[in-house]
């Protein structure tokens, strides 16, 4: 073989590898901000059973204007996208704080993301985004 096929071919090994390492860090941050999604689409959806149940008479099995005795179904406690039980942070008469911990780790790599939202009668907050 010619020197230069010998350079083309550690050249085209260079930019291959190149490729992959980029490929992986590109997967690794879509991961990361696609189980953040998820884990706000799962609170949003267990924080509005909690703001029916609020706004549903104790007659009708309902808070009656409180969150207090509310607590989500067991099926939705723990799910695909949080890697832990879900945790209810407080529960009062007037709101809802909810903490999901994620299946993927923060850039450090042992640290899981975590998602604090808060929800009260007619609003909902997102108090803290890890990460």
């Not at 709101?95 to 850039?107: K, P, Q, R």
Request: charged share 10%; net charge negative.
């Amino acid at each position: 073989m010619g020197q230069q096929q010998l350079l083309l071919i550690v050249l085209g090994v260079i930019i291959v590898g190149i490729a992959v390492v980029v490929g992986i860090n590109v997967f690794t941050a879509s991961s990361l901000e696609a189980n953040k999604s998820a884990l706000v689409a799962d609170l949003q959806t267990i924080g509005s059973m909690a703001q029916q149940y609020y706004r549903k008479p104790t007659a009708m099995g309902g808070g009656g204007n409180s969150f207090l005795g509310w607590t989500a179904p067991v099926s939705l406690r723990e799910t695909a996208n949080m890697g832990a039980i879900l945790d209810f942070g407080t529960v009062t008469a007037t709101n809802v704080t909810l903490v999901a911990t994620g299946t993927e780790t923060e850039s450090d790599g042992k640290t899981p993301i975590e998602v604090t939202m808060v929800f009260s009668a007619n609003q909902i907050d997102t108090v803290y985004f890890s990460e």
